[in-house]
């Protein structure tokens, strides 16, 4: 490959990798909400009283482009709320008091595929969405042209500090992501499977060579090791760095041949192919200064943030922010009762410490933003468009391929808002777009 | 449990730690040996002028924020850089009330007037000693070292003729006539190598502009080797090429655009030097390419991944 996209090199932090998953005791009462995807809202198809197991179906897609809920602790429907989402919109989530015995739906059963129409509505019916944290329904992916799929890029990279619970997948559930890849291969007609891995991952790149090799007889498969540069898992990086193809801007990676799938997607599709159980638990790195024992837990989807901490011995000290997700890219929670989501990887409940930001100062123009940049934006630019409320400069510049990883803001000695300006800037740029559009 | 609210805000959450006022803390320490050497080389005069340039920048800035009701912004250390810059670019024997002019006319002409640091369009210093040069013609002038017998050690680059050319030794060295932070190309070359291990600067400047001049000299001095040499290691080069064309602000940002910039730069001074009615030409050199610096930005800027082709 003649080049290699830039990036940062953030602290890794991976104090939980060597830690093996527990399974934490049922929460009393699970919270969830109808969006926990890309697309639209799920609607809900239970009533307050209601008598549900685990698996049981409490909402279905509520569109194309969405995906199925199910119950994930046996109990009764006791509430049926409005809940914010971290984007500002309401929608309502349904909310489970558990009995504690966590039974599953006897309903339960291995989902009978005989064709690639009945893998993508199984694969539909496990509520299955990108679990690297994008959220984006797996079988509105997998429902692309067979015909322009040449590779499948599974993602294991797992670039963003703290966050483990992706390389413990690797690690512990090859099992489960070979029959899935084997499924994948059947109905898909997948010729070329590649993994990426960033190289801070010894074993899980062991592990998953094994893999490739067992199943690589028919098709080509391969473990592509990576420099740990941040961010190395962001969708068209890692298509590039490991297939070479460029996806367009404004285009989605089947432009480019490749269907990317996370490594615990993958895994979770198999598990579903296995047993039929959908996607009702989740395994989150919870870390971060404040957490007294940081370690992997498997939680139920819904459980809130206050029950992962108290299983991993309290806080030691009142955290700044809490997040959902990696330090990079995470979202913040405005308190401890938000609930684990199908696309939670990580919680993190970070001290002023972790969070320590230089004093802000005038942009010095030492183009640290746009040189560190993956795709070559100028941020500083941007900012600048941004200010004089130039939408015209702000196309130019190429805005809408902002990818969001925050390396400019990272990096900026100035400590300038830049990623943070590009999403405000893309807001204004959506909005006098439509104003033109009107016209 | 929770005592605090908990923060809201847009990620990253984190921070590489890097700062304005260490990369301006950086270029101060990289700055000090030359600023030594040139103290020991002109006497305690040297210092007198540093302290004064150094002293009056910070209080023109400070006094500039005052005025404009804006923040003060002396905790990026921004004011001590240009101060130092302008106070070894000057020679020692210079009268000291042209040294507070000097910064006047750097940190609120130059600099305030056009939004404070980040925004100036030229170099403070630079530009500063070009307005002393033109308005003072002190700079012509240079101080003697005095550390040696001043009759072997005239200003390399205005020889007249019969005297003696200081050797290359005294030219790595500094001892030799000029502005008192210019001459120890010993001391400038360890800075920035400095500047270099702590990522503040990137070599292209450095070496297009400094490399540029060598191969100039080399075709006008018949390949004579060693005079290209003294050619470099003489009058501002040095300090030009190392610090103050890499000033963040007013210099490229892209890879190609610092070798532009440099190269550029190089030329004019090799052209001032031995055609121009000056002895010396990088200050000029850099504040002309300091105006040309907006469009080798954007000719030169990177090409955003996914929009045709594949990416730079």
Same mark, same amino acid.
Not at chain 1, 85 to 103: F, Q
Not at chain 1, 231 to 254: F, M, N
């Given at each position: 490959?003649?080049?290699?996209?830039? $990036?940062?090199?953030?602290?890794?932090?991976?104090?939980?990798?060597?830690?093996?998953?527990?399974?934490?005791?049922?929460?009393?009462?699970?919270? *969830?909400?109808?969006?926990?995807?890309?697309?639209?809202?799920?609607?809900?198809?239970?009533?307050? /009283?209601?008598?549900?197991?685990?698996?049981?179906?409490?909402?279905?897609?509520?569109?194309?482009?969405? !995906?199925?809920?199910?119950?994930?602790?046996?109990?009764?429907?006791?509430?049926?709320?409005?809940?914010?989402?971290?984007? /500002?919109?309401?929608?309502?989530?349904?909310?489970?008091?558990?009995?504690?015995?966590?039974?599953?739906?006897?309903?339960?059963?291995?989902?009978?595929?005989?064709?690639?129409?009945?893998?993508?509505?199984?694969?539909?019916?496990?509520?299955?969405?990108?679990?690297?944290?994008?959220?984006?329904?797996?079988?509105?992916?997998?429902?692309?042209?067979?015909?322009?799929?040449?590779?499948?890029?599974?993602?294991?990279?797992?670039?963003?500090?703290?966050?483990?619970?992706?390389?413990?997948?690797?690690?512990?559930?090859?099992?489960?992501?070979?029959?899935?890849?084997?499924?994948?291969?059947?109905?898909?007609?997948?010729?070329?499977?590649?993994?990426? *891995?960033?190289?801070?991952?010894?074993?899980?790149?062991?592990?998953?060579?094994?893999?490739?090799?067992?199943?690589?007889?028919?098709?080509?498969?391969?473990?592509?090791?990576?420099?740990?540069?941040?961010?190395?898992?962001?969708?068209?990086?890692?298509?590039?760095?490991?297939?070479?193809?460029?996806?367009?801007?404004?285009?989605?990676?089947?432009?480019?041949?490749?269907?990317?799938?996370?490594?615990?997607?993958?895994?979770?599709? $198999?598990?579903?192919?296995?047993?039929?159980?959908?996607?009702?638990?989740?395994?989150?790195?919870?870390?971060?200064? !404040?957490?007294?024992?940081?370690?992997?837990?498997?939680?139920?989807?819904?459980?809130?943030?206050?029950?992962?901490?108290?299983?991993?011995?309290?806080?030691?000290?009142?955290?700044?922010?809490?997040?959902?997700?990696?330090?990079?890219?995470?979202?913040?929670?405005?308190?401890?009762?938000?609930?684990?989501?199908?696309?939670?990887?990580?919680?993190?409940?970070?001290?002023?410490?972790?969070?320590?930001?230089?004093?802000?100062?005038?942009?010095?123009?030492?183009?640290?933003?746009?040189?560190?940049?993956?795709?070559?934006?100028?941020?500083?630019?941007?900012?600048?468009?941004?200010?004089?409320?130039?939408?015209?400069?702000?196309?130019?510049?190429?805005?809408?391929?902002?990818?969001?990883?925050?390396?400019?803001?990272?990096?900026?000695?100035?400590?300038?808002?830049?990623?943070?300006?590009?999403?405000?800037?893309?807001?204004?740029?959506?909005?006098?777009?439509?104003?033109?559009?009107?016209? | 449990?929770?005592?605090?609210?908990?923060?809201?805000?847009?990620?990253?959450?984190?921070?590489?730690?890097?700062?304005?006022?260490?990369?301006?803390?950086?270029?101060?320490?990289?700055?000090?040996?030359?600023?030594?050497?040139?103290?020991?080389?002109?006497?305690?005069?040297?210092?007198?002028?540093?302290?004064?340039?150094?002293?009056?920048?910070?209080?023109?800035?400070?006094?500039?924020?005052?005025?404009?009701?804006?923040?003060?912004?002396?905790?990026?250390?921004?004011?001590?850089?240009?101060?130092?810059?302008?106070?070894?670019?000057?020679?020692?024997?210079?009268?000291?009330?042209?040294?507070?002019?000097?910064?006047?006319?750097?940190?609120?002409?130059?600099?305030?007037?056009?939004?404070?640091?980040?925004?100036?369009?030229?170099?403070? !210093?630079?530009?500063?000693?070009?307005?002393?040069?033109?308005?003072?013609?002190?700079?012509?002038?240079?101080?003697?070292?005095?550390?040696?017998?001043?009759?072997?050690?005239?200003?390399?680059?205005?020889?007249?003729?019969?005297?003696?050319?200081?050797?290359?030794?005294?030219?790595?060295?500094?001892?030799? $006539?000029?502005? *008192?932070?210019?001459?120890?190309?010993?001391?400038?070359?360890?800075?920035?190598?400095?500047?270099?291990?702590?990522?503040?600067?990137?070599?292209?400047?450095?070496?297009?502009?400094?490399?540029?001049?060598?191969?100039?000299?080399?075709?006008?001095?018949?390949?004579?080797?060693?005079?290209?040499?003294?050619?470099?290691?003489?009058?501002?080069?040095?300090?030009?090429?190392?610090?103050?064309?890499?000033?963040?602000?007013?210099?490229?940002?892209?890879?190609?655009?610092?070798?532009?910039? $440099?190269?550029?730069?190089?030329?004019?001074?090799?052209?001032?030097?031995?055609? /121009?009615?000056?002895?010396?030409?990088?200050?000029?050199?850099?504040?002309?390419?300091?105006?040309?610096?907006?469009?080798?930005?954007?000719?030169?800027?990177?090409?955003?991944?996914?929009?045709?082709?594949?990416?730079?």
């Amino acid at each position: 490959m003649a080049f290699s996209l830039h $990036g940062v090199h953030v602290p890794h932090r991976k104090n939980t990798a060597k830690l093996s998953a527990l399974r934490m005791e049922p929460p009393k009462v699970v919270t *969830i909400p109808m969006s926990m995807h890309i697309g639209a809202p799920a609607k809900p198809v239970v009533a307050v /009283g209601d008598a549900v197991k685990v698996g049981t179906l409490i909402a279905e897609a509520g569109g194309a482009v969405s !995906a199925p809920i199910h119950a994930s602790v046996s109990g009764k429907v006791t509430k049926i709320a409005d809940f914010l989402l971290s984007d /500002g919109r309401t929608v309502p989530a349904v909310v489970i008091e558990s009995d504690g015995e966590m039974t599953p739906d006897e309903k339960i059963a291995p989902p009978i595929i005989d064709s690639r129409e009945s893998f993508i509505e199984a694969v539909k019916n496990s509520g299955m969405v990108g679990l690297g944290g994008a959220g984006f329904p797996t079988h509105f992916k997998l429902n692309a042209d067979p015909a322009k799929i040449e590779y499948l890029v599974i993602n294991g990279a797992e670039c963003e500090p703290y966050v483990t619970s992706d390389t413990l997948t690797m690690e512990n559930r090859g099992g489960d992501m070979k029959i899935a890849l084997e499924a994948l291969k059947k109905w898909l007609g997948i010729k070329n499977i590649v993994i990426g *891995i960033e190289n801070n991952k010894k074993d899980a790149i062991a592990a998953m060579q094994k893999l490739m090799a067992e199943i690589g007889s028919d098709c080509t498969a391969t473990v592509k090791v990576l420099p740990a540069v941040y961010p190395q898992g962001g969708e068209k990086v890692l298509i590039y760095h490991t297939t070479g193809r460029v996806v367009p801007a404004g285009k989605l990676p089947i432009d480019a041949g490749c269907i990317v799938i996370n490594c615990t997607t993958l895994a979770s599709i $198999g598990a579903y192919l296995m047993t039929g159980m959908p996607l009702v638990e989740k395994c989150v790195t919870v870390d971060g200064g !404040a957490v007294k024992t940081p370690q992997n837990l498997i939680a139920p989807i819904g459980t809130p943030m206050e029950d992962l901490f108290a299983a991993c011995g309290g806080l030691t000290t009142e955290p700044e922010k809490v997040v959902y997700g990696g330090p990079m890219m995470g979202i913040t929670v405005p308190d401890l009762s938000a609930p684990v989501l199908k696309n939670t990887n990580a919680v993190l409940a970070l001290t002023a410490k972790e969070l320590k930001t230089p004093k802000t100062t005038n942009c010095i123009r030492c183009g640290s933003c746009t040189n560190t940049c993956p795709f070559g934006i100028n941020p500083a630019e941007i900012a600048r468009a941004y200010q004089r409320k130039d939408a015209a400069a702000l196309k130019d510049l190429a805005l809408t391929s902002c990818m969001e990883c925050g390396c400019c803001s990272f990096i900026c000695p100035a400590n300038r808002p830049l990623v943070q300006t590009n999403r405000l800037a893309k807001i204004f740029l959506r909005e006098e777009q439509a104003k033109e559009a009107k016209k | 449990m929770m005592e605090k609210q908990l923060t809201l805000a847009s990620s990253p959450h984190i921070h590489s730690g890097r700062s304005t006022s260490r990369i301006m803390l950086d270029v101060i320490i990289a700055l000090c040996p030359a600023a030594i050497a040139g103290v020991i080389i002109f006497g305690w005069r040297a210092l007198l002028v540093l302290a004064i340039t150094v002293g009056s920048c910070v209080g023109f800035e400070a006094l500039f924020n005052l005025i404009v009701k804006k923040e003060q912004t002396l905790g990026d250390f921004s004011a001590i850089v240009t101060g130092l810059l302008l106070g070894m670019n000057l020679p020692a024997s210079i009268p000291l009330w042209q040294c507070v002019v000097g910064a006047l006319f750097a940190m609120v002409v130059v600099k305030g007037l056009f939004g404070g640091l980040g925004n100036n369009p030229v170099n403070p !210093a630079i530009t500063a000693r070009v307005f002393m040069l033109v308005a003072f013609g002190s700079m012509t002038k240079a101080a003697f070292p005095k550390i040696v017998d001043a009759v072997s050690s005239a200003t390399p680059l205005s020889l007249a003729a019969g005297e003696t050319a200081p050797s290359l030794l005294d030219l790595f060295l500094g001892v030799q $006539g000029g502005a *008192i932070g210019e001459t120890c190309a010993a001391a400038l070359l360890a800075g920035g190598i400095y500047l270099l291990v702590r990522r503040v600067i990137t070599w292209q400047i450095p070496v297009a502009f400094i490399g540029t001049v060598f191969v100039c000299s080399l075709f006008m001095e018949r390949f004579d080797f060693l005079a290209a040499l003294a050619a470099i290691l003489s009058g501002g080069l040095m300090i030009g090429a190392i610090f103050m064309a890499t000033d963040y602000v007013t210099s490229p940002v892209t890879p190609w655009g610092k070798i532009i910039f $440099g190269v550029g730069a190089g030329l004019i001074t090799f052209l001032i030097r031995y055609f /121009g009615t000056y002895p010396e030409g990088v200050s000029f050199a850099i504040l002309f390419m300091n105006i040309l610096t907006p469009y080798i930005n954007s000719w030169t800027k990177r090409k955003v991944f996914g929009t045709g082709g594949k990416k730079a």
